[in-house]
């Protein structure tokens, strides 16, 4: 590993998470303008207000005109994909071929950091607003989409069989998007949203198989009832809608670093 290609990735990775928090914002109020303003008093943001992490800690995360408090989840988006991008390029699957700069490779892990600013777009606004948009959750399916296309072409390339490929993905499809629409339709809609389900969609192709597929959907849950369990039962509505599309991408985040080790233990 590299000192600066770490120190680029978590630099670039913050300035995505505060990007994708502002998508999600501008999604939901449809506003196209391109400068952020606080919500309380409208300032606008000018540059300076705007920098990655180092803004928020001079400003103590308030306002600069009225102090009131201002992008709490802006300084998490940022930190968690600051995080997630020096995570990826740690732990990423193929490490020898990215480290030796194979062309197929890279992209492959290119496309991974968009699709993880595009998981965040999605959690944030899932977290928010407990649906996620439309437009964002096919944005993510076609990133799945092109990240597949590279696997197999670099599969391919190998000399594997390809249909062993095909068998896996569809395994894993069955699993994730296919339990999520029967629990969507089994529970006519109230445990799970038909988002959770198409987001499972770019998480399968990604994955790419039925015991990961398996292991994410299991590790999603245990890290959904683990945060959620206290948050609930401090409330006094039990049957409150629960935002699940950030778990979902946390269980698959864990998967997707600790896929080899996974793959070694079931096919042991
Ligand atoms: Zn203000």
């Given at each position: 590993m590299r000192l600066e290609i770490i120190v680029v990735l978590?630099?670039?990775?913050?300035?995505?998470?505060?990007?994708?928090?502002?998508?999600?914002?501008?999604?939901?109020?449809?506003?196209?303008?391109?400068?952020?303003?606080?919500?309380?008093?409208?300032?606008?943001?000018?540059?300076?207000?705007?920098?990655?992490?180092?803004?928020?800690?001079?400003?103590?995360?308030?306002?600069?005109?009225?102090?009131?408090?201002?992008?709490?989840?802006?300084?998490?988006?940022?930190?968690?994909?600051?995080?997630?991008?020096?995570?990826?390029?740690?732990?990423?699957?193929?490490?020898?071929?990215?480290?030796?700069?194979?062309?197929?490779?890279?992209?492959?892990?290119?496309?991974?950091?968009?699709?993880?600013?595009?998981?965040?777009?999605?959690?944030?606004?899932?977290?928010?607003?407990?649906?996620?948009?439309?437009?964002?959750?096919?944005?993510?399916?076609?990133?799945?989409?092109?990240?597949?296309?590279?696997?197999?072409?670099?599969?391919?390339?190998?000399?594997?069989?390809?249909?062993?490929?095909?068998?896996?993905?569809?395994?894993?499809?069955?699993?994730?998007?296919?339990?999520?629409?029967?629990?969507?339709?089994?529970?006519?809609?109230?445990?799970?949203?038909?988002?959770?389900?198409?987001?499972?969609?770019?998480?399968?192709?990604?994955?790419?198989?039925?015991?990961?597929?398996?292991?994410?959907?299991?590790?999603?849950?245990?890290?959904?009832?683990?945060?959620?369990?206290?948050?609930?039962?401090?409330?006094?509505?039990?049957?409150?809608?629960?935002?699940?599309?950030?778990?979902?991408?946390?269980?698959?985040?864990?998967?997707?670093?600790?896929?080899?080790?996974?793959?070694?233990?079931?096919?042991?």
């Amino acid at each position: 590993m590299r000192l600066e290609i770490i120190v680029v990735l978590a630099i670039l990775g913050a300035g995505l998470g505060s990007f994708a928090c502002c998508q999600a914002w501008r999604i939901r109020k449809n506003d196209k303008s391109a400068r952020s303003h606080c919500m309380n008093c409208k300032y606008q943001l000018k540059w300076y207000d705007n920098i990655p992490v180092i803004s928020w800690l001079i400003l103590g995360g308030k306002c600069r005109k009225c102090h009131k408090k201002i992008g709490t989840a802006e300084i998490l988006a940022e930190l968690c994909l600051a995080g997630l991008f020096v995570l990826s390029y740690a732990f990423w699957p193929n490490s020898k071929e990215l480290l030796e700069g194979n062309v197929l490779e890279v992209a492959m892990f290119v496309t991974f950091l968009v699709q993880l600013v595009v998981f965040m777009i999605l959690a944030v606004y899932d977290a928010k607003w407990k649906e996620m948009p439309t437009s964002i959750l096919l944005l993510s399916i076609v990133v799945g989409a092109v990240f597949l296309v590279l696997k197999t072409v670099l599969v391919l390339m190998t000399g594997k069989f390809a249909p062993e490929l095909i068998v896996n993905i569809a395994g894993a499809l069955i699993i994730l998007p296919g339990f999520y629409y029967f629990m969507y339709k089994a529970s006519k809609e109230t445990w799970v949203g038909s988002g959770d389900a198409i987001l499972c969609v770019p998480l399968a192709i990604m994955l790419g198989d039925f015991w990961l597929a398996m292991f994410c959907l299991f590790g999603s849950n245990m890290i959904g009832s683990i945060v959620m369990l206290p948050v609930t039962a401090m409330k006094k509505e039990k049957h409150a809608m629960i935002p699940f599309g950030p778990f979902l991408i946390a269980g698959f985040m864990v998967v997707f670093f600790l896929q080899d080790a996974i793959i070694n233990f079931v096919s042991f």
